[in-house]
Structures are given as C-alpha cells and as structure tokens.
C-alpha cells in the first residue's frame, strides 16, 4: 500500500511516498517560497537528488509539482495507487487526542482552530485542500501535534490565570511537537522492554519543546498555548514575563500583533547573536563572538533548567533523559555543555562516547552517560513522517 505523507508551512510543502507495512521511504521532496517568484524544490530518489524551480503562486500549484514529480520519477505509475494522504496539522485543541479521518467537520475544526494557530493552519489547511482537489477519492488523515500532550493532568495544562480564560477562550498549555514525542516515547519502550517508562524528552532543534514523560504518556510539556512558550529557540523567545509585551508597544509604537511577530520570528538565538542556525552560532562563538557565545550559555541553560524541572516534577524517577531533533541529534557541544549542568543531580556524560554520535556520523544514536549516572542520557533521532504515515495506515485500513 503507497501512502502519501504531506506537511505543508505557510510557504512550504514537504511529502513523502512511503510503502507500507514496510515503512519504506520511495520518494520525498520540499517545496519552497510558495507564493514568491523564486519557488523551487528538492526531490530525492533513489539516494539522488534532483532540483526544480518555477513560480508556484499557492499551494495548488505546489501540489501540482509533487504529482508531477512522482509520475515523472515512476514512483507511481497512476494516482490510483496512492490509498491515503496523512497531513501535520498544528492544532487539534481539546477536541482531538488523537488522528483522525478527515472530514468536513474536520476542516471546519481546523479553521475554528486557526486563532490558537495562526502562523500554521493557513498552510495546513491549504495543502489538505489542495490534496483533496488532485486526489478528490482518496481518504486523508490528520494528524495533530497537540494529540500526544492530551493526556497532561489538569495541574499540568491550567494557567494561573482568570477561570473562565480557560472556560470561555479555551486558554491553557497545549503542546506541540507531539508527533515526535509520541515517536520517541514508542522508541523508548521498545529499547527499554516495558510501557511504564519515564522519560525527558528533549526535542531541541530551530523550534524547541522538552516533554516529561511518566507511565509512558505525556505529564507536562515546554509548549504552550502556542508553540512560542518554553524554551529559547531559532527565532521563538520562549517563556519571557508577559508585561514585556505591554511594555515594548508603548515604547516602540508597534501594536501587539507587531510585538507577537518579533517575539516569533526576531527572537531567540537570532535576537541574540544574528544567526538562528546553531551551526552558524556556534561558528561565530568559536571566532570569539561575545553575542554568539552568550546566545548559546542562554540556550544551553534554559534546557537544562527545564530537565532540572521536569526531573524533580517526575520525583527522580527517570528512566532516561532523550535528546533528539536538530541540535539534540547533532549539537556535541550543546548536549555536552547541557548535561555539564546537571552534575548536582548525579548525571554525568561520557564525552568520548559523545563525540562519535550525530546523524553526519557512523553511528546515528545510543547511550551518551557514564556508568555512574544516575540516569541514562541517549541520543535517539526522531522521526515524525513514520508517526504520520504508521497512524494514517491504521485509519485507512479501518
């Protein structure tokens, strides 16, 4: 069974074309600036990779790119093959806890949920609705980030904040970068043979979110109400005290929406140091970049305080600290200097062990803690397409 997996951004589609059961990656491409004169894409078959370019005004017309590309690339021989489309989307609320079918109630949830998402849903529901329109008999999935935090307890998800905020508007921590968590939790009870697990899940990359898991669900998250809570990360600022926002309107002149973008889009280690990319961070760091340098301390403490946090929050009882994404699979410097921190709590890195792990290495994953450790730290590298594709699998075989 071919299915398609597709994640589409504001100016951006990613896809897939997996085999399943086999799990098997047959094509994969990204699109790029749609809506802008220079639009262009990477397709990658058969360990090639094959660029194209042409404006592309909407989605539409970037999904027209992706069938073409996999008749082109024969990796259909008619859209006939195709038997589901599993899409990202952002924000499922308190309303869904899990994937499911798309529907028309679906798409309105979604739009209704475009407040809580406004940076993301536009894109979403473009690329659902341009996929519906080239494949109009094909059962697509959604498969929400929020899903895998639902089972946070309330103490958990509340903010200190007026009740009926939460009652009337629908306030409170929701989470993100659930598909990954989920992933890596499923990993880890695999490697540690049992469901119960307790976990720190560090998801650190351009966007950041580390998730305390006990008893193998979800018990607290990073994230929020949106995904600019938590912590520091490419372009978000993370937690700051909320006055800031006051303040700066009427120092600047700029209105709240204003203030919002900078604080999504300016912040972060690019506010900081200029850069948003860790790798060119610490590129500037090593030049003796005082910005740069003090960009990454800021970075480097804000996760480790939150496993500090979520370490006493889980009563000690962890049965491993998980980093993975961008810089938790790649960042050497970044997991050493973190867990250099956590010495007080008895968790110690073994840095030789360290230094051979990362996805441009031999060895992709594994143990990263010494012996003495009072907690194992690893490296697993995640894998939200498979979460995407697995569920759309299910659903369109029930």
């Known amino acids: ?73 024969k990796a259909v021989e008619n859209l006939d093959e195709i038997k589901g489309v599993g899409h990202r989307v952002l924000h499922g609320g308190e309303k869904y806890s899990d994937s499911v079918l798309i529907t028309d109630e679906v798409i309105q949830s979604i739009k209704d949920l475009t407040k809580l998402g406004p940076l993301h849903h536009p894109g979403n529901l473009a690329g659902i609705e341009a996929m519906k329109k080239a494949l109009p008999n094909v059962p697509m999935v959604a498969v929400y980030d929020t899903a895998f935090h639902q089972t946070m307890p309330k103490v958990n998800y509340m903010y200190p904040v007026p009740m009926e905020w939460y009652t009337k508007y629908g306030v409170r921590k929701y989470g993100f970068h659930g ?24 998801h650190i990359g351009s966007g950041c979110s580390i998730s305390a898991i006990k008893d193998g669900k979800c018990y607290d998250t990073t994230m929020g109400l949106t995904p600019l809570d938590g912590l520091m990360m490419g372009t978000r600022s993370g937690a700051i005290d909320p006055s800031i926002i006051e303040y700066v309107c009427h120092e600047s002149g700029m209105d709240v929406s204003e203030v919002t973008n900078e604080l999504n889009k300016k912040s972060g280690l690019l506010g900081i140091s200029g850069y948003s990319d860790s790798r060119d961070v610490e590129k500037e760091a090593e030049e003796g970049s005082e910005d740069a340098i003090l960009a990454l301390e800021m970075y480097n403490n804000r996760v480790a305080k939150y496993i500090a946090d979520y370490y006493i929050e889980l009563e000690g009882k962890v049965d491993g600290i998980v ?14 200097e973190i867990i250099k921190k956590l010495a007080p709590l008895g968790i110690y890195l073994d840095e030789e062990i360290n230094e051979k792990i990362a996805s441009y290495k031999d060895i992709h994953e594994g143990k990263i803690s010494t012996n003495e450790s009072k907690v194992d730290v690893y490296v697993l590298p995640t894998n939200e397409e498979i979460m995407i594709i697995k569920d759309t699998y299910d659903i369109v075989n029930k």
């Open 323 to 336: 980093f993975t994404a961008g810089v938790g699979e790649n960042g050497i410097d970044a997991r050493l």
């Open 179 to 202: 598909t990954s968590h989920k992933y890596i939790t499923t990993k880890m009870k695999e490697k540690l043979g049992r469901d119960d697990v307790n976990l720190i899940i560090c």
């Open 1 to 73: 069974m071919k299915l398609l997996c597709v994640n589409a951004g504001s100016s951006s589609l990613k896809f897939q074309l997996f085999e399943m059961p086999e799990e098997k990656v047959i094509i994969s491409g990204y699109i790029e600036k749609i809506g802008l004169k220079d639009s262009f894409w990477n397709t990658k078959i058969n360990g090639e990779k094959i660029r194209g370019e042409r404006y592309l005004k909407n989605h539409s017309e970037a999904v027209d790119v992706l069938i073409e590309e996999l008749l082109k690339h």
